[in-house]
């Protein structure tokens, strides 16, 4: 989305956001809105961001004078658009904050953080390691944006509000099911844990593969889809739920990746010999170090730990 492209939605997503404030929203502004957001997949972020900077003007014209009761003054529209327009540029470093109107609002973890949010309609999302999603419940959906990072999620039964969620230019939707979704910088994975989703290219709307339990699916930018079967896999790519990392033949760059996503010591390949080496194991998310132990006993390879904030594999015992 070009300069010109993101300032023409800020101000489309600012009218939205003005117009959920003023007016009694119906199933018809619903269907309009969603109409809007399918007209680009970027679009739904910037309303979210939109929407909290909406809501923190509350706090922040919380200390002007013309809002104390006893002077009797009902600040208009025309105020809070025109301060809405400094606080569109922040949007985003403000958005992690604030709970949004009709029942939306963003979570965020940190580096090596796992967390469990129970969803106001009975579903429930564990979010992985330094991930961000946005939650819109509203009357007839309920929207998920992974705007980066990984969530499972457990969904209640509503066939009258689709459960969809974006991430990138993946779409998928359930309405009882578990299913876990992964932005990726080339597409995005969506692992199906129970029951059915529907997973389509945003794109491509009208082309939908239907997943079931122990499927996966990688979901490229260019539109592509690629269906992977098998339990193992689903086990496998699902373990950080539990705190642990599965490695199922994996290369050492991948499971290395793997580590630092949790772990503020990061691991260090020195030899890109090595990064192909393939490797099973079942480690503990927040135990870089016994990982590198294990490499050293099954590859036999130097590892040095001498250093607090990196851990480096690589070289051979002499």
């Known amino acids: 989305m070009s300069g010109q492209e993101r300032n023409a939605t800020s101000h489309e997503a600012a009218a939205w956001v003005a117009r959920m404030d003023s007016e009694q929203w119906t199933d018809l502004d619903e ?104 939650v819109r419940l509203a009357g007839t959906r309920r929207d998920i944006l992974i705007e980066e990072g990984e969530a499972w999620f457990e969904v209640a039964k509503d066939a009258s509000r689709p459960f969809v969620v974006s991430a990138g230019g993946l779409r998928a939707q359930a309405v009882g099911t578990a299913f876990s979704v992964r932005k990726r910088e080339g597409g995005a994975d969506v692992i199906v844990t129970e029951g059915t989703v529907d997973v389509w290219a945003s794109d491509t709307e009208g082309v939908q593969v239907r997943l079931t339990a122990g499927e996966a699916a990688f979901v490229a930018n260019d539109a592509g889809v690629k269906v992977i079967t098998g339990a193992e896999a689903s086990d496998s790519l699902l373990a950080w739920r539990e705190g642990k990392i599965r490695l199922v033949g994996e290369p050492m760059a991948e499971a290395v990746r793997e580590f630092n996503r949790y772990n503020e010591r990061q691991i260090v390949i020195l030899e890109p010999a090595i990064a192909g080496e393939l490797f099973d194991g079942l480690f503990h998310i927040d135990d870089p170090e016994g990982f590198a132990i294990a490499v050293k006993a099954s590859l036999n390879v130097e590892v040095d730990l001498s250093e607090p904030s990196q851990i480096r594999i690589g070289g051979r015992p002499q």
């Open 31 to 134: 269907a309009e809105l969603q109409a809007w957001f399918r007209g680009d997949p970027k679009r739904a972020m910037v309303f979210f961001q939109t929407q909290a900077s909406w809501t923190a003007l509350d706090d922040a014209m919380a200390d002007r004078d013309y809002r104390r009761p006893w002077l009797g003054f009902r600040r208009s529209m025309v105020d809070r658009r025109a301060l809405l327009a400094g606080f569109v540029a922040t949007a985003a470093s403000l958005a992690g904050g604030f709970i949004w109107t009709h029942s939306a609002r963003i979570y965020r973890t940190e580096r090596g953080e796992i967390r469990r949010v129970p969803l106001a309609d009975g579903s429930v999302a564990i979010i992985n390691t330094m991930s961000q999603i946005g």
